[in-house]
């Protein structure tokens, strides 16, 4: 069984920046798709980033290009989502997702999911 487990999360000021970690067991991690997801009160999960398995390829959703990057560090089996510029419209619990191969933005074509961590940025 694949696990992750995402941590990092907790309370910015707008402007702020927070770094996640994503930690990953159970599988060979460097063949694993990994990407981002978030959910705020009252709003469909929706997709943040993802990053290749050879970490050579990575894409973002609009709302946070250019603020967040996300990384992967497979010989420690983690995954990375630095986010700088943080606003208010940040504020969700955030899932780290994996998969074989190319998934896509679709959280419907990832297996595994973390129990999520909480991120609020206050005004």
């Known amino acids: 069984q694949v696990h992750l487990v995402e941590s990092g999360g907790g309370l910015a000021q707008s402007g702020g920046s927070l770094r996640l970690s994503c930690t990953f067991s159970?599988?060979?991690?460097?063949?694993?798709?990994i990407a981002w997801f978030r959910q705020a009160p009252g709003k469909k999960r929706e997709f943040v980033t993802h990053i290749s398995w050879t970490g050579d390829f990575t894409h973002y959703a609009d709302s946070v290009k250019g603020r967040f990057t996300i990384s992967r560090d497979n010989p420690r089996n983690a995954v990375y989502l630095q986010m700088n510029r943080l606003k208010p419209e940040d504020t969700g619990v955030y899932y780290c997702?994996?998969?074989?191969?190319?998934?896509?933005?679709?959280?419907?074509?990832?297996?595994?999911w973390g129990q999520g961590t909480q991120v609020t940025v206050s005004s």
């Open positions: 159970g599988g060979t991690f460097g063949h694993y798709a």
């Open positions: 997702a994996a998969n074989l191969g190319y998934s896509g933005t679709d959280g419907e074509a990832y297996e595994y």
